[in-house]
């Protein structure tokens, strides 16, 4: 067995080393890989570049839509803007003649010119007053509810509220009378 080895290793050197030229074996393994890679992966990749194909373009057609909504609300918004500020700037004016108009001798200028209406106001409360106290007012209108509650038919309930409400506007409308005249008397006081 030893001289059969022996021959063995002989017979092996005799034929040369094996050297293996790796640039060779890459180049031939790459070309393999890259083969068996292309078909594995080509089927993705095509149905990757399907599904993309227009999603630039859309997206791009939905961003210029909602860039246009979007000027369109700050164009609105803008514009309601202005119509506030210049509604501000009437008010402002209008105050300003406002407060330049009232001052205290516009005040006490009032005051006096309101002094005939509180008399006329005093004249006319007193009157009315002691004119429905004289008239019985108070007893009368208590009456007239009395009997509005008593009877039973609706048409006499109609009746007495009608009556009532009549007599109350008479009244009323001759104090009004009243009130003129005494207005105009002073007028001129």
Known sequence: MAQSSAELAEAV??????VIDTAKLEQHAVKA????????????VTRIERT???????????GAVRVSQAAQEVEAVVAKADEVVEAVRR?????EALESTVTW????????????L???LLVIGG??????????????LGWAWASFSAAT?????????????????????????????????????
Not at 52 to 62: I, K, P, T
């Open 105 to 116: 001798t516009a005040v006490g200028r009032l005051g006096l010119a309101l002094l005939p």
């Open 91 to 95: 008010a402002e004016r209008k105050v």
């Open 33 to 44: 890989l890259d083969t068996r890679l292309v078909k594995a992966v080509d089927p993705s």
């Open 127 to 140: 009157l009315v007053g002691g004119v429905a106290y004289a008239a019985g007012f108070g007893p009368l």
């Open 153 to 189: 038919e609706w048409w006499q309930k109609l009746l007495i509220a009608a009556a009532t409400l009549a007599g109350v506007g008479a009244f009323g409308w001759v104090v009004w009378w009243l009130a003129v005249r005494l207005g105009e008397d002073f007028r001129h006081w």
């Open 52 to 62: 993309l194909s227009g999603f630039e373009q859309r997206v791009a057609a939905v």
């Open 118 to 120: 509180v008399a006329v």
């Open 13 to 18: 050197a005799k034929r040369g080393r094996v």
